[in-house]
T-cell receptor, first 115, second 116 residues
Framework: AQKVTQAQTEISVVEKEDVTLDCVYE???????LFWYKQPPSGELVFLIRRNSFDEQNEISGRYSWNFQKSTSSFNFTITASQVVDSAVYFC????????????FGGGTRLMVKP | DVKVTQSSRYLVKRTGEKVFLECVQDMDHENMFWYRQDPGLGLRLIYFSYDVKMKEKGDIPEGYSVSREKKERFSLILESASTNQTSMYLC???????????????FGSGTQLSVL
């Protein structure tokens, strides 16, 4: 069975602080995909990143960076110099490589960035 | 710009009513999904469809059915609404692929359904 755990249900930071959102997953698959989605107050989830399990390189996109550690089954997301517009609920998700199996979402982390 | 549109943002229904939630996408996507979102539980898949008139059960299909008569439209039906179906319902779509669960998902803004 697959499982995604986002242990931090809510995080509050002050603008310009760096913040890391944790994601730990469980799977028996050797090949899988990991995702992060952002859900702003408007409600519409927005895709941020997809990572294949074979690609352990970390990725940076502007103020966003992702740290994939296969050894600890973690795919953490860091926002550098946070801004108020980063306030949202962030979801980590695990996708198996086998067709017919479903994407598993974590419970989400609500990030509040205060001015 | 790509768009997934859900017909209602907020909906209030009574126990026992038949409820229709509509979703339309304009991206010519093959795959469409219905999720429900509950605090602390994340998103859970109710049903998905990878083609017109095709449907597959997700993790929590009980109490729901779906209809996909046209490629762009995917409807979620609550045959007899119950209070435990009060939730946020999210529709999503994705391009065709060998494994629909690994494609990037495009989401609608959600329908907050309250069953009284």
């Amino acid at each position: 069975a697959q499982k995604v755990t986002q242990a931090q249900t809510e995080i509050s930071v002050v603008e310009k602080e760096d913040v890391t959102l944790d994601c730990v997953y469980e799977t028996r698959d050797t090949t899988y995909y990991l995702f992060w989605y952002k859900q702003p107050p408007s409600g519409e989830l927005v895709f941020l990143i997809r990572r294949n399990s074979f690609d352990e390189q970390n990725e940076i996109s502007g103020r966003y960076s992702w740290n994939f550690q296969k050894s600890t089954s973690s795919f953490n997301f860091t926002i550098t110099a946070s801004q108020v517009v980063d306030s949202a609920v962030y979801f980590c998700a695990l996708g198996p490589n086998n067709a017919g199996n479903m994407l598993t979402f974590g419970g989400g982390t609500r990030l509040m960035v205060k001015p | 710009d790509v768009k997934v549109t859900q017909s209602s943002r907020y909906l209030v229904k009574r126990t026992g009513e038949k409820v229709f939630l509509e979703c339309v996408q304009d991206m010519d996507h093959e795959n469409m999904f219905w999720y429900r979102q509950d605090p602390g539980l994340g998103l859970r898949l109710i049903y998905f469809s990878y083609d017109v008139k095709m449907k597959e059960k997700g993790d929590i299909p009980e109490g729901y059915s779906v209809s996909r008569e046209k490629k762009e439209r995917f409807s979620l039906i609550l045959e007899s609404a119950s209070t435990n179906q009060t939730s946020m319902y999210l529709c999503a779509s994705s391009l065709s692929g060998a494994n629909p669960t690994n494609e990037k998902l495009f989401f609608g803004s959600g329908t907050q359904l309250s069953v009284l």
